[in-house]
Protein backbone atom coordinates (compact mmCIF):
# COMPACT_ATOMS: atom_id res chain seq x y z
CA UNK A 1 0.00 0.00 0.00
CA UNK A 2 1.60 3.59 -1.06
CA UNK A 3 -0.08 7.19 0.19
CA UNK A 4 0.90 10.31 0.37
CA UNK A 5 0.14 12.37 3.36
CA UNK A 6 0.04 16.00 2.38
CA UNK A 7 -0.10 19.51 3.46
CA UNK A 8 -0.08 18.87 7.22
CA UNK A 9 2.54 20.64 10.02
CA UNK A 10 4.75 17.89 10.82
CA UNK A 11 6.62 17.49 13.46
CA UNK A 12 9.97 16.37 11.91
CA UNK A 13 13.66 16.82 13.04
CA UNK A 14 12.98 18.36 15.90
CA UNK A 15 10.78 21.15 14.65
CA UNK A 16 7.83 21.86 12.57
CA UNK A 17 7.41 21.96 8.67
CA UNK A 18 5.09 21.60 6.58
CA UNK A 19 5.83 18.45 4.62
CA UNK A 20 4.75 15.51 2.54
CA UNK A 21 5.05 12.17 3.85
CA UNK A 22 5.45 9.15 1.56
CA UNK A 23 4.29 6.20 3.20
CA UNK A 24 5.02 2.48 1.16
CA UNK A 25 4.50 -0.98 2.62
CA UNK A 26 4.24 1.07 6.69
CA UNK A 27 8.02 2.63 5.72
CA UNK A 28 8.71 6.41 5.67
CA UNK A 29 9.55 6.41 1.93
CA UNK A 30 10.16 9.99 1.85
CA UNK A 31 9.61 13.36 3.15
CA UNK A 32 9.64 16.90 1.27
CA UNK A 33 8.19 20.18 1.19
CA UNK A 34 6.07 19.16 -2.02
CA UNK A 35 6.67 15.43 -3.54
CA UNK A 36 5.37 15.15 -6.64
CA UNK A 37 2.07 13.05 -7.23
CA UNK A 38 2.45 9.21 -8.46
CA UNK A 39 0.26 6.95 -10.31
CA UNK A 40 -1.62 4.31 -8.22
CA UNK A 41 -0.74 6.56 -5.03
CA UNK A 42 -3.12 7.54 -2.49
CA UNK A 43 -2.79 11.64 -1.52
CA UNK A 44 -4.78 12.44 1.47
CA UNK A 45 -4.95 16.39 1.88
CA UNK A 46 -4.13 16.92 5.63
CA UNK A 47 -4.11 20.94 5.56
CA UNK A 48 -4.28 22.71 8.38
CA UNK A 49 -3.53 19.13 10.42
CA UNK A 50 -0.03 18.16 12.36
CA UNK A 51 1.56 15.55 12.40
CA UNK A 52 3.24 13.88 15.18
CA UNK A 53 5.63 10.88 16.24
CA UNK A 54 3.38 8.72 17.93
CA UNK A 55 2.95 8.93 21.66
CA UNK A 56 3.48 6.44 24.14
CA UNK A 57 2.50 6.14 27.46
CA UNK A 58 4.29 4.25 29.91
CA UNK A 59 1.41 3.70 32.65
CA UNK A 60 -1.66 1.73 31.57
CA UNK A 61 -3.90 -0.79 32.77
CA UNK A 62 -5.10 -3.02 30.10
CA UNK A 63 -6.88 -5.71 32.45
CA UNK A 64 -6.22 -9.15 30.27
CA UNK A 65 -6.30 -11.78 31.21
CA UNK A 66 -8.11 -11.68 34.36
CA UNK A 67 -10.75 -8.72 34.32
CA UNK A 68 -11.60 -8.33 30.53
CA UNK A 69 -15.24 -7.23 31.74
CA UNK A 70 -13.19 -3.69 32.91
CA UNK A 71 -11.02 -4.05 29.59
CA UNK A 72 -9.47 -5.72 26.82
CA UNK A 73 -5.92 -5.78 25.35
CA UNK A 74 -8.44 -4.90 21.53
CA UNK A 75 -10.86 -2.46 23.70
CA UNK A 76 -7.31 -0.57 25.66
CA UNK A 77 -5.39 -0.33 22.36
CA UNK A 78 -8.14 0.57 20.26
CA UNK A 79 -8.45 3.77 22.82
CA UNK A 80 -4.75 4.23 22.69
CA UNK A 81 -4.47 4.39 19.17
CA UNK A 82 -7.67 7.00 19.39
CA UNK A 83 -5.49 9.08 21.40
CA UNK A 84 -2.47 9.47 19.40
CA UNK A 85 -0.60 6.60 20.90
CA UNK A 86 1.80 3.86 18.89
CA UNK A 87 2.80 2.72 21.89
CA UNK A 88 1.46 1.46 25.26
CA UNK A 89 3.29 -0.44 28.56
CA UNK A 90 0.82 -2.39 30.55
CA UNK A 91 0.82 -2.49 34.36
CA UNK A 92 1.05 -6.14 36.13
CA UNK A 93 -1.93 -6.30 38.22
CA UNK A 94 -3.46 -8.92 35.91
CA UNK A 95 -4.27 -12.73 36.77
CA UNK A 96 -2.35 -14.38 36.65
CA UNK A 97 -0.16 -12.08 37.61
CA UNK A 98 3.42 -11.76 34.90
CA UNK A 99 5.39 -13.02 37.47
CA UNK A 100 7.20 -15.37 35.62
CA UNK A 101 7.61 -16.68 31.95
CA UNK A 102 4.54 -19.11 32.01
CA UNK A 103 2.09 -16.32 33.47
CA UNK A 104 3.44 -13.67 31.15
CA UNK A 105 3.29 -16.03 28.01
CA UNK A 106 -0.63 -15.94 28.48
CA UNK A 107 -0.89 -11.72 28.01
CA UNK A 108 1.80 -11.77 25.39
CA UNK A 109 -0.54 -14.34 23.56
CA UNK A 110 -2.97 -12.09 23.66
CA UNK A 111 -1.25 -9.36 22.87
CA UNK A 112 0.19 -10.77 19.75
CA UNK A 113 -3.81 -11.57 18.63
CA UNK A 114 -5.87 -8.72 19.38
CA UNK A 115 -3.25 -5.18 20.10
CA UNK A 116 -4.15 -2.67 17.43
CA UNK A 117 -0.66 -0.69 18.69
CA UNK A 118 2.23 -1.76 20.44
CA UNK A 119 1.74 -3.10 23.94
CA UNK A 120 4.77 -3.31 25.93
CA UNK A 121 4.47 -5.39 29.46
CA UNK A 122 5.74 -5.13 32.47
CA UNK A 123 7.00 -7.79 34.89
CA UNK A 124 6.09 -7.74 38.32
CA UNK A 125 8.75 -6.71 41.23
CA UNK A 126 7.58 -9.73 43.25
CA UNK A 127 5.41 -13.18 43.07
CA UNK A 128 1.82 -12.32 42.83
CA UNK A 129 2.57 -8.54 43.39
CA UNK A 130 2.12 -9.72 47.25
CA UNK A 131 5.41 -7.92 48.34
CA UNK A 132 6.89 -11.21 50.21
CA UNK A 133 9.27 -12.62 47.23
CA UNK A 134 11.13 -11.47 44.14
CA UNK A 135 9.19 -12.57 40.76
CA UNK A 136 11.63 -14.14 38.40
CA UNK A 137 13.05 -11.09 37.14
CA UNK A 138 16.14 -12.75 35.21
CA UNK A 139 13.15 -14.80 32.55
CA UNK A 140 10.71 -11.95 31.98
CA UNK A 141 13.85 -9.57 31.41
CA UNK A 142 14.13 -10.01 27.67
CA UNK A 143 10.36 -10.13 27.62
CA UNK A 144 9.31 -6.96 29.40
CA UNK A 145 9.01 -3.39 29.49
CA UNK A 146 10.20 -2.91 32.87
CA UNK A 147 9.36 -4.05 36.74
CA UNK A 148 6.68 -2.74 38.84
CA UNK A 149 4.37 -3.79 41.36
CA UNK A 150 1.96 -0.98 40.54
CA UNK A 151 -1.05 -0.71 42.13
CA UNK A 152 0.56 -2.00 45.42
CA UNK A 153 3.65 -0.29 47.18
CA UNK A 154 6.78 -2.56 47.97
CA UNK A 155 6.43 -2.23 51.73
CA UNK A 156 9.79 -3.52 52.64
CA UNK A 157 12.75 -1.58 52.24
CA UNK A 158 15.04 -4.86 52.46
CA UNK A 159 13.17 -6.68 49.18
CA UNK A 160 13.13 -3.07 47.52
CA UNK A 161 16.95 -3.19 47.41
CA UNK A 162 17.37 -6.74 46.43
CA UNK A 163 15.03 -6.07 43.73
CA UNK A 164 17.11 -2.70 42.81
CA UNK A 165 20.00 -5.50 42.79
CA UNK A 166 18.72 -7.50 40.61
CA UNK A 167 17.03 -4.47 38.22
CA UNK A 168 20.18 -3.02 37.94
CA UNK A 169 22.32 -6.81 37.03
CA UNK A 170 19.86 -7.12 34.02
CA UNK A 171 19.89 -3.45 33.06
CA UNK A 172 16.17 -3.00 33.48
CA UNK A 173 13.94 -0.57 35.13
CA UNK A 174 12.70 -0.25 38.05
CA UNK A 175 9.04 1.46 38.21
CA UNK A 176 7.97 1.66 41.31
CA UNK A 177 3.90 2.43 43.22
CA UNK A 178 5.26 4.70 46.17
CA UNK A 179 2.28 3.95 48.70
CA UNK A 180 2.86 3.14 52.66
CA UNK A 181 0.25 0.91 53.39
CA UNK A 182 0.83 1.92 57.36
CA UNK A 183 -0.37 5.53 56.72
CA UNK A 184 -3.43 5.00 54.52
CA UNK A 185 -5.70 4.31 57.52
CA UNK A 186 -8.87 3.53 55.32
CA UNK A 187 -8.50 6.60 53.42
CA UNK A 188 -9.80 7.13 49.70
CA UNK A 189 -9.33 10.69 48.71
CA UNK A 190 -6.75 13.23 50.20
CA UNK A 191 -6.68 14.42 53.13
CA UNK A 192 -7.63 17.88 52.87
CA UNK A 193 -10.02 20.57 52.98
CA UNK A 194 -12.44 18.24 51.04
CA UNK A 195 -12.64 15.33 53.10
CA UNK A 196 -12.77 17.26 56.51
CA UNK A 197 -15.73 19.07 55.00
CA UNK A 198 -17.70 16.46 53.93
CA UNK A 199 -16.74 13.71 56.28
CA UNK A 200 -14.23 11.50 53.79
CA UNK A 201 -11.54 9.29 55.33
CA UNK A 202 -8.36 11.15 53.97
CA UNK A 203 -5.07 9.81 52.61
CA UNK A 204 -1.83 11.60 53.53
CA UNK A 205 0.73 13.47 51.20
CA UNK A 206 3.25 11.15 53.39
CA UNK A 207 1.82 7.63 52.11
CA UNK A 208 3.32 8.78 48.82
CA UNK A 209 6.33 10.66 49.60
CA UNK A 210 7.68 8.85 52.33
CA UNK A 211 8.08 5.45 50.26
CA UNK A 212 9.60 8.26 47.26
CA UNK A 213 12.63 9.35 50.02
CA UNK A 214 12.98 5.66 51.11
CA UNK A 215 13.42 4.37 46.93
CA UNK A 216 15.91 7.54 45.60
CA UNK A 217 18.15 6.60 48.92
CA UNK A 218 17.96 3.13 47.64
CA UNK A 219 18.38 4.08 44.19
CA UNK A 220 21.60 5.96 44.73
CA UNK A 221 23.13 3.09 46.78
CA UNK A 222 22.28 0.59 43.91
CA UNK A 223 22.62 2.67 40.94
CA UNK A 224 19.32 1.25 40.22
CA UNK A 225 17.81 2.84 37.21
CA UNK A 226 14.22 4.20 39.27
CA UNK A 227 11.29 5.29 37.53
CA UNK A 228 8.28 6.92 40.33
CA UNK A 229 4.76 6.22 38.71
CA UNK A 230 1.87 8.99 38.63
CA UNK A 231 3.73 11.88 41.23
CA UNK A 232 0.98 13.57 42.90
CA UNK A 233 2.90 15.51 45.96
CA UNK A 234 4.76 18.59 46.41
CA UNK A 235 7.25 16.62 48.62
CA UNK A 236 7.40 14.49 46.32
CA UNK A 237 9.02 16.65 43.63
CA UNK A 238 11.08 17.91 46.06
CA UNK A 239 12.69 14.26 46.75
CA UNK A 240 13.14 13.50 43.17
CA UNK A 241 14.28 16.86 42.10
CA UNK A 242 17.51 16.79 44.66
CA UNK A 243 18.25 13.02 44.04
CA UNK A 244 18.68 14.63 40.66
CA UNK A 245 20.79 16.54 42.03
CA UNK A 246 22.94 14.00 44.09
CA UNK A 247 23.32 12.01 40.51
CA UNK A 248 20.99 9.21 41.16
CA UNK A 249 19.74 7.26 38.04
CA UNK A 250 15.67 8.51 38.47
CA UNK A 251 13.05 9.54 36.67
CA UNK A 252 9.53 10.20 37.40
CA UNK A 253 6.07 10.24 35.77
CA UNK A 254 3.11 12.50 36.43
CA UNK A 255 -0.68 12.04 35.30
CA UNK A 256 -2.99 14.49 33.20
CA UNK A 257 -5.44 14.59 36.33
CA UNK A 258 -3.11 16.08 38.79
CA UNK A 259 -2.23 18.68 36.37
CA UNK A 260 -5.59 20.07 35.80
CA UNK A 261 -7.47 19.16 38.89
CA UNK A 262 -7.20 19.51 42.81
CA UNK A 263 -9.44 18.78 45.63
CA UNK A 264 -11.20 21.76 44.62
CA UNK A 265 -12.65 20.16 41.70
CA UNK A 266 -13.98 17.01 43.36
CA UNK A 267 -17.74 15.69 43.22
CA UNK A 268 -19.56 13.41 45.10
CA UNK A 269 -19.12 10.59 42.68
CA UNK A 270 -16.72 7.64 41.65
CA UNK A 271 -14.95 9.25 38.66
CA UNK A 272 -13.02 11.37 40.59
CA UNK A 273 -11.81 8.25 42.62
CA UNK A 274 -8.42 7.33 41.89
CA UNK A 275 -4.53 6.71 43.24
CA UNK A 276 -3.15 8.61 44.36
CA UNK A 277 -6.35 10.91 45.01
CA UNK A 278 -6.53 14.81 43.46
CA UNK A 279 -4.24 17.19 45.78
CA UNK A 280 -4.05 20.28 46.77
CA UNK A 281 -3.36 23.68 44.39
CA UNK A 282 -0.21 23.81 46.08
CA UNK A 283 0.58 20.34 44.82
CA UNK A 284 -0.20 20.83 41.37
CA UNK A 285 1.80 23.91 41.21
CA UNK A 286 4.78 22.28 42.00
CA UNK A 287 4.11 19.44 39.22
CA UNK A 288 3.65 22.22 37.02
CA UNK A 289 6.92 23.54 38.18
CA UNK A 290 8.44 20.33 38.32
CA UNK A 291 7.63 19.96 34.30
CA UNK A 292 8.73 23.42 33.20
CA UNK A 293 12.27 22.53 35.33
CA UNK A 294 12.61 19.05 34.20
CA UNK A 295 12.24 17.61 37.50
CA UNK A 296 9.16 15.36 35.98
CA UNK A 297 10.11 13.40 33.18
CA UNK A 298 7.22 12.68 30.96
CA UNK A 299 3.57 12.44 31.23
CA UNK A 300 1.45 8.79 31.87
CA UNK A 301 -2.05 8.67 31.71
CA UNK A 302 -2.30 5.88 34.36
CA UNK A 303 -5.31 4.98 32.41
CA UNK A 304 -7.65 2.64 34.63
CA UNK A 305 -10.89 1.26 33.76
CA UNK A 306 -13.69 -0.22 35.58
CA UNK A 307 -17.19 -1.50 35.19
CA UNK A 308 -19.75 1.01 35.58
CA UNK A 309 -21.04 -0.95 38.62
CA UNK A 310 -17.34 -0.51 40.17
CA UNK A 311 -17.44 3.40 39.55
CA UNK A 312 -21.05 3.62 41.01
CA UNK A 313 -20.68 3.86 44.20
CA UNK A 314 -19.72 7.00 45.11
CA UNK A 315 -15.96 8.62 46.22
CA UNK A 316 -16.06 6.11 49.45
CA UNK A 317 -17.40 2.87 47.59
CA UNK A 318 -16.35 3.14 44.32
CA UNK A 319 -13.16 1.33 42.81
CA UNK A 320 -9.73 3.90 42.18
CA UNK A 321 -8.81 4.70 38.81
CA UNK A 322 -10.48 6.49 35.67
CA UNK A 323 -9.72 6.30 31.99
CA UNK A 324 -7.73 8.79 30.30
CA UNK A 325 -5.72 7.43 26.41
CA UNK A 326 -8.61 8.84 24.38
CA UNK A 327 -8.31 12.30 26.76
CA UNK A 328 -5.21 13.02 27.62
CA UNK A 329 -3.65 14.77 24.44
CA UNK A 330 -7.02 17.05 24.00
CA UNK A 331 -6.99 17.84 28.13
CA UNK A 332 -2.81 18.80 28.15
CA UNK A 333 -3.17 20.41 25.07
CA UNK A 334 -6.13 22.81 25.86
CA UNK A 335 -5.32 22.92 29.40
CA UNK A 336 -1.53 23.48 29.35
CA UNK A 337 -0.50 24.47 25.61
CA UNK A 338 -3.35 27.11 24.59
CA UNK A 339 -2.69 28.51 28.07
CA UNK A 340 0.91 29.55 27.61
CA UNK A 341 2.10 27.19 30.39
CA UNK A 342 3.78 24.98 28.01
CA UNK A 343 4.90 24.74 24.38
CA UNK A 344 3.92 21.73 22.36
CA UNK A 345 7.25 20.84 21.35
CA UNK A 346 7.18 20.50 25.24
CA UNK A 347 4.66 18.76 25.23
CA UNK A 348 5.64 16.38 22.46
CA UNK A 349 8.42 15.74 24.37
CA UNK A 350 6.44 14.77 28.03
CA UNK A 351 4.54 12.65 25.78
CA UNK A 352 7.28 10.49 22.99
CA UNK A 353 10.50 11.85 23.52
CA UNK A 354 11.06 11.31 27.15
CA UNK A 355 9.44 8.05 27.42
CA UNK A 356 11.56 7.10 24.16
CA UNK A 357 14.73 7.93 25.78
CA UNK A 358 14.22 6.54 28.99
CA UNK A 359 12.20 3.05 28.15
CA UNK A 360 13.13 2.66 24.89
CA UNK A 361 9.87 3.12 23.61
CA UNK A 362 8.80 4.30 19.91
CA UNK A 363 10.60 6.07 17.48
CA UNK A 364 10.51 9.88 15.65
CA UNK A 365 9.34 10.15 11.81
CA UNK A 366 12.44 8.91 10.21
CA UNK A 367 12.60 8.13 6.59
CA UNK A 368 13.57 4.68 6.08
CA UNK A 369 11.74 3.70 9.06
CA UNK A 370 8.39 2.20 9.97
CA UNK A 371 5.36 5.06 9.93
CA UNK A 372 4.58 5.52 13.71
CA UNK A 373 2.65 8.44 14.05
CA UNK A 374 -0.49 10.37 14.92
CA UNK A 375 -2.56 13.13 12.95
CA UNK A 376 -4.40 15.92 15.06
CA UNK A 377 -6.75 18.15 13.89
CA UNK A 378 -5.35 21.23 16.71
CA UNK A 379 -8.37 23.71 16.29
CA UNK A 380 -11.21 20.79 15.94
CA UNK A 381 -13.20 21.90 19.92
CA UNK A 382 -15.75 19.15 20.91
CA UNK A 383 -16.91 18.15 24.09
CA UNK A 384 -15.41 14.59 26.36
CA UNK A 385 -18.47 12.47 26.23
CA UNK A 386 -17.85 8.66 27.61
CA UNK A 387 -20.32 7.28 25.56
CA UNK A 388 -18.09 7.98 22.60
CA UNK A 389 -15.20 6.06 24.08
CA UNK A 390 -13.65 2.88 22.02
CA UNK A 391 -12.55 1.87 26.05
CA UNK A 392 -14.64 -0.36 28.01
CA UNK A 393 -14.12 1.90 30.66
CA UNK A 394 -16.40 5.25 31.10
CA UNK A 395 -15.08 6.93 34.21
CA UNK A 396 -13.35 10.07 33.56
CA UNK A 397 -13.71 13.23 35.59
CA UNK A 398 -13.50 15.61 32.56
CA UNK A 399 -16.69 14.81 30.87
CA UNK A 400 -18.43 17.42 29.51
CA UNK A 401 -15.23 19.35 29.15
CA UNK A 402 -14.86 21.48 25.83
CA UNK A 403 -11.20 20.52 24.73
CA UNK A 404 -8.94 21.02 21.42
CA UNK A 405 -7.82 18.63 19.48
CA UNK A 406 -9.58 15.65 17.76
CA UNK A 407 -7.34 12.74 16.30
CA UNK A 408 -7.90 11.93 12.93
CA UNK A 409 -5.59 9.17 12.08
CA UNK A 410 -3.00 6.83 13.74
CA UNK A 411 -0.50 4.56 12.03
CA UNK A 412 1.36 2.55 14.39
CA UNK A 413 5.03 -0.14 13.12
CA UNK A 414 3.45 1.03 9.29
CA UNK A 415 -0.38 -0.23 9.93
CA UNK A 416 -2.99 1.97 10.21
CA UNK A 417 -4.96 1.73 13.89
CA UNK A 418 -7.41 4.58 13.79
CA UNK A 419 -8.96 6.22 10.78
CA UNK A 420 -11.70 8.65 11.76
CA UNK A 421 -12.53 9.94 8.53
CA UNK A 422 -12.17 6.79 6.16
CA UNK A 423 -8.43 8.47 5.25
Same mark, same amino acid.
Given at each position: ??????????????????? $???????????????????????????????????????????????????????????????????????????????????????????????????????????????????????????????????????????????????????????????????????????????????????????????????????????????????????????????????????????????????????????????????????????? !??????????? !?????????????????????????????????????????????????? $???????????????????????????????????????????????????????????????? $???????????
Amino acid at each position: MEYVLAGASVYYGGRFASL $DLYIKDGIVADAAPSLPRMPGVRVFDLDGCSVFPGLSDVHVHLREPGFSYKETIASGSAAAARGGFTTVCAMPNLSPVPDCLENLRRELAIIERDAKVRVLPYGSITKGEAGAELSDMEELAPHVAAFSDDGKGVQDAGLMEAAMHKAKSLGMILAAHCEDDSLLRGGYIHDGAYAKAHGHRGICSESEWGPVKRDVELAKKTGCAYHVCHVSTKESVAVIRKAKADGADVTCETAPHYLLLTEDDLQEDGRFKMNPPLREKADRDAL !IEGLLDGTIDM !IATDHAPHSAEEKSKGLEGSAMGIVGLETAFPLLYTGLVKTGVLTLKKLL $DLMHGAPMRRFGVGHDIEIGRSADLTVFRLDKSYVIDPRDFLSLGRATPFEGREVCGECILTIA $DGRIAYDAYGI
